[in-house]
């Protein structure tokens, strides 16, 4: 491959955490490949083109007040045009909703090789291969692109960390835009919030979360205080949602909330791979569980076998102790 291009993901004018993660899997695939990495920027504001050239080599800038937001049919059709003559390149974006939107119609515009939702990508001899899953979380699949000169790769969240660089600043390049807006059939009309709750467990650090063994009648403050002892917040799994004992909002998983803590202490939890799905960016799994053959210990960096009712005010006497 001859480029690197990360596609950089801005909302109300902020860019995305999935830019950086996406900038630090361009990194190390430009190192393996010998490619010259640009991050690309579609912006309403091409003042957020300073801050991007600070962490990559290269900025390439369209600036157009129909980029104020991520408009997929605008997005699809200015890419298209600006990588005509790029030759062979791989294309890196974050694997978010916005970017769902579009990954798949870019990759036909762009006649490009497409792999969504890569925890790892690599070269080996030469060629490219990313890792993603499948079958619901079942199956880790490690993928190839037979001779493809063109790869779209969408990056979950929390599988490349980013460090900021101390690389001189890269170079800014403004681009015409090559679209006409009013050709455009589709059109923002306002962003519509997800409810938030009193906590926002995915910009945790630390994270005491709950399962089904916390049995049916569970004293919640025990666990809150343990999470407060910790300076984290409480989540769960889905059981203990569909029990109406946590909002939704505080459950973590495929179809929760994804998360990537410094720490995840997992509570009676036996981890099914739904909830292991939304916990992937975490480097340190610690698991209480009182059945030794449960999959979360699988995947635990630490794990302790015995009663929560035990295990839990006994955690949190310690830690207090070790905190005064």
Known sequence: ????????????GVIRDTTWEAIAAGRKLSSELGAELTCILLSANAAMAETLSTEAPRVMVVENPIFETMNSEAIIKTLKEILKPSGSYVLLMGA?????????GLSVALDAALATDCFSAEVRNGKLFASRQMYSYKINSLVSFKDSERVVLTIRAGSFPFTPSDAAKGAIENVACPIDPTSLKKRFIKYVEAEKGDVDIASADIIVSIGRGIGDEPDLDVFQSLADTMGGVLACSRPIVDKNLLPKFHQVGT??????????????????FQHLGGIKGSPLLVAVNKDPRAPIFRVASYGIVGDLNEVVPVLNEKIKSLKR
């Open 96 to 104: 978010s909703n916005a970017i769902l939107d579009f990954a798949p």
């Open 1 to 12: 491959m001859e480029n690197i291009y990360v596609l950089a993901e801005h909302r109300k």
């Open 255 to 272: 179809s929760g909330v994804e998360v990537k803590p410094k720490v995840y202490l997992a509570l009676g939890i036996s981890g099914a």
